[in-house]
């Protein structure tokens, strides 16, 4: 017999069992009018989960790679400028794309735990008289160093400017755990995958566009075949795909997104913020530091957490699989042997988590680290405590 623990690696995610099932389903045939009955939730319930009343959603079999290029091949054209902050490894991964793709780059480099300088994009695109930068990348939530930047700010600084560069948001670590606003934002195009916030396997890119994105697809002029949305969109009025869709994983999709609507997205965001807060409670109790710079940055979806200097902090990640068979995540990029990251999103309860917490203990204290067993522990069980309480009192 082997037992399973929960992972607490920022994604893929637990999953709730009867999610695991919605996505165990029989061939069906994906040209009949049963696959519409998957589909058309799916976009519906996406859509929402965006915070969107009119984003239109378009779902890949792919990942939040593919998110990224759906974004970029449908709306941009050779030669074409972007502005970018590079604060960790995911946009700096976006970039490369960028670059890739033969767009013209304006890189912020930004220290890794920093968010993303609003004020600095407004500077930017105020310079930019004759806006020659098309689009601007925003990571919303950087999984690698545990920060969530400012999306409202950026529109405002866009705005500031009066700046008509598109906003593409990668929420890939964000939509459907913490709070996401595609139209209050002026997101143009919003990228995430299945593997996160909706609990599924890896194996979808789920993007939305606002209408000036779509618009834009009209006459961008870089290449695009798998990842075009026109093909998809014409496959969607038929309730069909160009292709041969990833039919379980949508049935996943369109159960797993009911699940959030369902509890209530303010519910989830709070549940991942109370499990979240928990986690950075043990952090300082262990005398430890976040990588991101300031408590307004703190990810509810992941920590990313310093071990002291001379340390390699991937040796407890290395120990936690082997002697206990736990998973937690290793430092990336700039922060590789620096930082090890506790994700803490999807289905997730107060209770997994402190067991997660009290095997980090458990490894810290193996290798040396002066880390007295239960202390992270007990701090957040005392706020786990006090929130519950308090939630109960407000109710
Ligand atoms: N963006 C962010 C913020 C991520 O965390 C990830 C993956 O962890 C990606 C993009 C890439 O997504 P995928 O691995 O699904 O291609």
Redesign the pocket.
Known sequence: MSFQNPVFI??PTNMPEDVRKACDMPTIDHRSPLFGTILQPCLENVRKVMKSDSARIFIFP???????ETALSNTLSPGDTVLAARNGM?SH??IDMCQRHGLGMHVVETPWGEGIPAARYEEILTADKEHKIKAVLA??????TGVRSDIGAIRRAMDAAGHPAMLFV?????IGSMDFRFDDWGVDVA?T?S??GFMLP?GL?IVGFSERAVAASRTARLPRTFFDIADMGRGYAANAYPYTPAVGLMNGLKYSSGLLLEEGLEAVFARHHRIAEGVRRAVQAWGLQLCAADPSLYSDTVSAIRTPEGFDATSIVAHAAERYGVAFGTGLGEVAGKVFRIGHLGSLTDVMMLSGLATAEMCMADLGLEIRLGSGVAAAQEYYRSARAGALKAA
């Open positions: 920022p994604g792919s990942t939040g790679t593919g998110g990224w995911f991964r976006w990571t919303h939530n950087e999984t690698a990668d929420g890939v670590s964000s990228v995958g593997q996160k890896a890119a």
